[in-house]
C-alpha cells in the first residue's frame, strides 16, 4: 500500500497570504489528523476528520481550517499568515473508527512565513 | 486539562550508553503509544501498550505501562548511532478520537 502523501513538500509564503495544503491518506483509512510541529515542540494537534467530519479540534484560532472529502483526502487551509505559522505540517491518517489508533505520518509540508 | 508529561527534553549520551525516557500523564490512559522521529522526518510508531504493567521488548528497546496507566517509559540499551531522534510518546483524550502528545525526547550521541 501506499503510505501517506502530503502536497506540497515545501511551501514559502508571505504574511497575510493564505495557503492550502492537501494530504491523501493510506487506501482504506477514513481518519486524517493535522497537526503543527514547531522547532523544538511537540506535535500541536489542529484537527480530525472522519468521513467528510470534523470530529476534534485543537486551540487553533480559526484562520485554521479544513476539509475532507468522500475520498478521505483532506485539506487544511491557513488565512491570513503570520510568522508565527512557519512550522511543519503533518497529516496522519487511521484505520480506526472509534479510538485514535495507530497513526501513519506523511512526510509533512514545510511551510516557511516571510 | 488533560496533559501528558515527558523529561528529559534532551539526552546526551555515549554511544553503548544506554538511553531512558519519561512519560506521565495527568488522567489514567487506555492506552499509550511511543513514536519515533528521525532527524528531517516524520513520527513512525514504534509500539502500543495497553495494560497495566505491560513490558514490551522490540530488540533493544524495552517499552513499560505504569499500573496505575498514567505513566510509561522506554529504555534503550547500548545506544547505536541509529537510534538517533526524537521519541514521543501519545496517549487518547478523553474524547477518544485525538491523541495528546508529550513534548518528545532528543536523544543525541556525543562524538
Known amino acids: 500500500k501506499a503510505g501517506v502523501t502530503q502536497t506540497p513538500r515545501y511551501l514559502i509564503k508571505t504574511r497575510g497570504q493564505q495557503v492550502t495544503l492537501s494530504c491523501s491518506p493510506i487506501?482504506?483509512?477514513?481518519?486524517v489528523s493535522w497537526y503543527q510541529q514547531t522547532p523544538g515542540q511537540g506535535l500541536q494537534f489542529l484537527f480530525e476528520?472522519?468521513?467528510?467530519?470534523?470530529?476534534n479540534k485543537g486551540n487553533f484560532p480559526g484562520r485554521f481550517s479544513g476539509r475532507q472529502f468522500s475520498n478521505s483526502r483532506s485539506e487544511m487551509n491557513v488565512s491570513t499568515l503570520e510568522l508565527g505559522d512557519s512550522a511543519l505540517y503533518l497529516c496522519a491518517s487511521s484505520s480506526r473508527l472509534t479510538d485514535p489508533g495507530e497513526q501513519f505520518f506523511g512526510p509533512g509540508t514545510r511551510l516557511t512565513v516571510l | 486539562g488533560q496533559q501528558v508529561m515527558q523529561i528529559p527534553q534532551y539526552q546526551h549520551v555515549q554511544e553503548g550508553e544506554d538511553f531512558t525516557t519519561y512519560c506521565n500523564s495527568s488522567?489514567?490512559?487506555?492506552?499509550i503509544q511511543w513514536y519515533k522521529q528521525r532527524p528531517g522526518g516524520h513520527p513512525v510508531f514504534l509500539i502500543q501498550l495497553v495494560k497495566s504493567g505491560e513490558v514490551k521488548k522490540q530488540k533493544r528497546l524495552t517499552f513499560q505501562f505504569g499500573e496505575a496507566k498514567k505513566n510509561s517509559s522506554l529504555h534503550i540499551t547500548a545506544t547505536q548511532t541509529t537510534d538517533v531522534g526524537t521519541y514521543f510518546c501519545a496517549g487518547p483524550k478523553d474524547s477518544n478520537y485525538q491523541l495528546i502528545w508529550g513534548a518528545g525526547t532528543k536523544l543525541i550521541i556525543k562524538p
Open positions: 488522567t489514567t490512559l487506555s492506552n
Open positions: 487506501s482504506g483509512h477514513r481518519s
Open positions: 476528520y472522519f468521513s467528510e467530519t470534523q470530529r
